[in-house]
Structures are given as C-alpha cells and as structure tokens.
C-alpha cells in the first residue's frame, strides 16, 4: 500500500508540473513586470497617470507591476542595456537604441508629443549662420539617448571640431545654456523649443538648423527576456485594454509602428564617435 500511494503521488505530481498545474511566471525579473518610462519633470503626476493602466495589467496578466521612471534617456538606456525594463514607453531616440543594440521589440505606437523635427538653436544677436561656423566653439546637447537633443545634432555637425560639448539633462536647461552665454548653440526638438522658449522671454533665439527628416512617434516596446508567447499575450491585453485606460497612457493599439530604419542608421552611426563626443575638444569623426 505505501508504496502504491507513492507511485500515485508521484504520478500526479508529474501530471501537476507537466500540464501547467502551476501558473508560470514571466521568464524576467521573478515575475515581476516593470514599466519604464522617461519623465523630465512630472514626479508623482506620472505615477497617477500609470495608475489605472498598472493595475489592468496586473489584473490579467496575474503578475506584479511596478512603474518605474528615468529622468532622462541615459538613465532609461542604462535599463534598457541591464533588460531591467519588460515594458518601455520609449522616446524615438532610446527606441532606436533599443530595438538596434538590445533586441526589444516594438508592439505599439505612442501618441502624445510630437518630437517634429530636431533643431540648432542660438542666440538671435548670435554672429553664427551656418553649422560649420561652429567649429571651435561650445554646442549645448540632450542626453545620450535623445533622438532631438543628441542623435540627430551630432550626425549633423559630424566632421567638425567643437571646444566642448555641455550634456543638458532637460530641453530647458539646452535653452537656459544658449541663453546664458555658455554654450554658442544647443539641440533641442522644434516642439520643445516652442514649449519652452517663451519661458526664457529675457532671451530671443534664432533657429540656426532644421533637420530635414522627421522624427519618428514614441514607441512602447517590450524585452527580449520575457518569452514569446508570453509577449504576445501581454501584446493581445494591451490591445484589449479600456478605452480609458488606452487614452490614459496614449498608445494607439491598431495603428503600425512606425518605420526606425532611418532613425537606426542614425544612431549606429553616431555611437561610433559616442566616446569622442565626450572629450574635449570634441572630435565629431
């Protein structure tokens, strides 16, 4: 009889483990959902506005989500390289970065701010009227990781040699530092720029450049870690998520994602002279 009852058990063990008795968890962070999202300024306004969409995912998917921001894309691309992020509402230039060099996959486009195109801005009693007048002088950037504020500028000054570049954690600060006589231009999108710039009313400013290309909407993206059907419901959830909850947060479940291929090239090339841009003089080649 005992050992019946063991051959028994053993049998519907088997049968528990095999069949799915038990629920399994995501294939990343323990079974624990992290969102990741950039946010200059909003603080808790930012944590409100997730909570409804936290709470559907949590309520059907089964699992733990938590919200965490990064307060510019340096900070997100370092998440992103660790794969410390399942989900990402991602901005054009950490997107790139992500889906070019750490494998996240795109699942929706995001409405919301309009990045347009990227500008070189200067002061408007500024003697400067073209990029290569730059040369030798200092140019205030985004973060690394900022489509707008780091990619699309350095590409377009490639080949020159600046005195110095001054890293800027938000568009304002770019602003502030042109303003201020420290740097002799700054990058920044044309959408921030009518943003802020009425902010700075001591200052008039002078767009110096426009980019010719635009650049691409906002992106939620999800991590290579997490395994394929699993994505693929959480892609169906999201999808069938509350109207409200959808407008809450601003992706748009039935619309392609879209195109990066342009935004990728830039960034690729770009992240061949990352560590140049950094030193000083910056050797942009």
């Known amino acids: 009889m005992p050992l019946r009852l063991s051959r028994k058990l053993f049998i519907l063990v088997l049968l528990f483990v095999t069949n799915g008795g038990c629920k399994p968890a995501p294939a990343n962070l323990n079974g624990q959902l992290v969102i990741g999202v950039v946010s200059y300024t909003e603080g808790q306004q930012i944590l409100e506005r997730y909570t409804e969409f936290n709470r559907y995912l949590a309520k059907t998917t089964g699992t733990r989500v938590e919200l965490e921001p990064a307060y510019n894309e340096n900070k997100a691309l370092e998440r992103i390289h660790s794969q410390a992020w399942s989900l990402v509402f991602a901005s054009p230039g950490v997107a790139a970065s992500a889906i070019a060099d750490h494998q996240y996959r795109p699942l929706f486009l995001v409405q919301g701010f309009n990045h347009s195109r990227s500008i070189l801005v200067v002061r408007n009693d500024s ?12 140019v205030a950037l985004g973060q690394q990781g900022s489509a707008a504020g780091y990619y699309f500028p350095v590409y377009n000054l490639y080949g020159l040699t600046l005195a110095e570049v001054l890293f800027a954690p938000t568009p ?47 992106v939620v993206l999800i991590a290579p870690n997490i395994e394929p059907n699993r994505q693929e419901e959480i892609r169906k959830i999201m999808s069938a998520a509350p109207l409200s909850v959808v407008r809450e947060i601003g992706y748009v479940p039935n619309v392609p994602v879209p195109d990066y291929d342009y935004m990728i090239s830039v960034v690729r090339r770009v992240k061949s002279i990352d560590s140049n841009v950094r030193q000083k003089p910056a050797r942009l080649f």
């Open 172 to 218: 304002k600060i770019v602003l502030e530092l042109v303003a201020q006589g420290k740097a002799a231009a700054g990058a920044l999108s044309l959408a921030e720029y009518n943003l802020y710039s009425p902010s700075l009313s001591n200052t008039q400013f002078r767009v110096l450049y426009i980019d010719p290309h635009n650049v691409p909407a906002d």
């Open 127 to 138: 003697q400067i009227r073209e990029l290569k007048q730059l040369e030798g002088k200092t």
